[in-house]
């Protein structure tokens, strides 16, 4: 390609720049075209829309590659930790030690909410799905002020705010849960790290603390690390939206907990294990469930299987399966579910349906049953995945940010209603 491609509409012709990333993929500059042609491009679904230009994640899903600032993700998997790895989405580099240990300073600085936010848990009622709650309260926390960040400038107060976000992001998901299932309240500890902070504010009790494993707390680590960012994925698209109007970080990064709820993103991880649930309390051991996913009846599909982006396989759900193995045979649960789980992983690996189409597990068929082995409950699932996304999104809110080119984010549309008509009276309408 020559850097410029030729578009003919009506017979005339158009000359469009291209765009070339690092990674050589290439970009059709349409920013001109209505300008020029009065004509819009159509995605729905944005298969094939860039949005934005960005220099955080690379994934090549054909091949199956995904790299975090230029770093393999097998690589940081087995080297890193989800904290450092925050850092190095964030700020564009591994840290130093006196950064990495500066950040983490920070991390435990910010560690507890504001006391009066006790209050705002309070009001939801037990119902709550805690994704809700996580969302709400995220908003909720950046109306609370704090003292470090009084009269610095956005740019200044960054720093601190991203900390405080991805800090507390894990108090007050552990706070919902504690709620929701009428437990009393825990705070967090100085001397634990992220990833044992957060299974001690989940399962500790007054009367009895939580024993760490290490091996559970390198499988969330891992899941944590895993999910920290996947470039332009429907709940960093809506991060990017929101912060491209220039509203906080808070209320951008609120904004992407919602969008990740759903069932067909973040909320896969928890529809696996009911999925799971719904066959096994059937009798069923997987094969009439496949069956029926394969002749589509009632739009079944096999949760945990399937990617928008990953076409030959989803590089951290190989990852994840190694270390749920691992937490498997170290915590030697027997559960009936993850026996279908095994089961229907084996079946749709090697069969024609799944095979042509090019569905593989992804990250959430895993996580899901390490999940569940290490006894969170199901809908705290797609909260853990909310509490891993957050460096993600902070990083891609703090690059629309430093964009100085950075535009509202405004797709047009193509009118498909009503022309123009009058007004009708109410008598005249049946
Ligand atoms: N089970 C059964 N069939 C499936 C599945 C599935 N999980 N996923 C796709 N298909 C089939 C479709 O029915 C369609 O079949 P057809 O060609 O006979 O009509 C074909 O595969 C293509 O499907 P699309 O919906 O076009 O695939 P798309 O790339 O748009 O969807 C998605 C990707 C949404 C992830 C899809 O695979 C899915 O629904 N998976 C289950 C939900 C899930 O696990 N989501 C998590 C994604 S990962 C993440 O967010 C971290």
């Given at each position: 390609m020559n850097g410029t491609v030729e578009l003919i509409?009506?017979?005339?012709?158009?000359?469009?720049?291209?765009?070339?990333?690092?990674?050589?993929?290439?970009?059709?500059?349409?920013?001109?075209?209505?300008?020029?042609t009065g004509c819009i491009t159509l995605d729905p679904g944005y298969g094939n829309t860039g949005a934005c230009k960005s220099a955080i994640t690379f994934i090549d899903g054909e091949k199956g590659i995904l790299q975090y600032r230029g770093y393999d993700i097998a690589e940081l998997a087995k080297k890193s930790t989800f904290i450092e790895t925050a850092y190095l989405l964030i700020y564009g580099e591994l840290p130093t030690a006196a950064e990495l240990q500066g950040f983490s300073n920070q991390l435990t600085r910010t560690q507890m909410l504001h006391e009066d936010l006790r209050f705002h848990f309070d009001a939801f009622p037990p119902s709550a799905h805690p994704m809700s709650i996580l969302?709400?309260?995220?908003?909720?926390?950046?109306?609370?002020?704090?003292?470090?960040?009084?009269?610095?400038?956005?740019?200044?107060?960054?720093?601190?705010?991203?900390?405080?976000?991805?800090?507390?992001?894990?108090?007050?998901?552990?706070?919902?849960?504690?709620?929701a299932h009428g437990l009393p309240p825990t705070y967090p500890k100085s001397n634990l790290k992220y990833t044992e902070n957060f299974l001690h504010m989940m399962f500790s009790l007054p009367n009895e603390e939580y024993q760490l494993n290490p091996e559970v707390v390198k499988a969330l680590d891992l899941i944590f690390l895993l999910h920290a960012d996947h470039e332009q994925n429907c709940s960093t698209s809506t991060v990017r939206m929101v912060a491209s109007s220039k509203a906080?970080?808070?209320?951008?990064?609120?904004?992407?907990?919602?969008?990740?709820?759903?069932?067909?993103?973040?909320?896969?991880?928890?529809?696996?294990?009911?999925?799971?649930?719904?066959?096994?309390?059937?009798?069923?051991?997987?094969?009439?469930?496949?069956?029926?996913?394969?002749?589509?009846?009632?739009?079944?599909?096999?949760?945990?299987?399937?990617?928008?982006?990953?076409?030959?396989?989803?590089?951290?759900?190989?990852?994840?399966?190694?270390q749920c193995d691992k937490v498997l045979a170290q915590l030697n649960v027997s559960d009936p579910l993850l026996d279908i789980a095994k089961k229907l992983e084996e079946v749709a690996l090697h069969d024609e349906y799944f095979v042509s189409r090019k569905l593989y597990p992804n990250v959430d068929f895993y996580s899901g049953i390490i999940m569940r082995?290490?006894?969170?409950?199901?809908?705290?699932?797609?909260?853990?995945?909310?509490?891993?996304?957050?460096?993600?999104?902070?990083?891609?809110?703090?690059?629309?940010?430093?964009?100085?080119?950075?535009?509202?984010?405004?797709?047009?549309?193509?009118?498909?209603?009503?022309?123009?008509?009058?007004?009708?009276?109410?008598?005249?309408?049946?």
């Open positions: 509409i009506d017979g005339k012709p158009l000359t469009l720049p291209t765009v070339v990333g690092t990674e050589n993929e290439v970009g059709i500059d349409v920013s001109t075209l209505r300008a020029k969302s709400a309260m995220i908003h909720a926390s950046g109306a609370y002020p704090s003292a470090e960040n009084r009269g610095k400038c956005p740019k200044d107060a960054f720093p601190f705010q991203a900390a405080r976000l991805i800090s507390q992001v894990r108090t007050i998901a552990t706070s919902s849960y504690r709620k906080n970080v808070y209320a951008s990064c609120s904004a992407g907990v919602c969008a990740l709820w759903g069932p067909l993103h973040g909320g896969a991880n928890q529809a696996v294990l009911e999925m799971l649930e719904e066959i096994h309390n059937e009798g069923d051991d997987g094969s009439k469930f496949l069956e029926q996913v394969k002749n589509k009846v009632g739009n079944r599909r096999l949760m945990g299987f399937g990617h928008r982006v990953y076409k030959s396989f989803d590089p951290r759900a190989v990852i994840i399966k190694e082995a290490i006894g969170i409950p199901m809908d705290m699932f797609t909260v853990l995945f909310a509490i891993g996304r957050m460096p993600g999104w902070v990083a891609n809110y703090k690059e629309v940010m430093d964009d100085p080119d950075s535009r509202i984010n405004r797709p047009r549309q193509i009118y498909t209603g009503e022309t123009l008509r009058s007004y009708k009276p109410m008598a005249e309408r049946v």
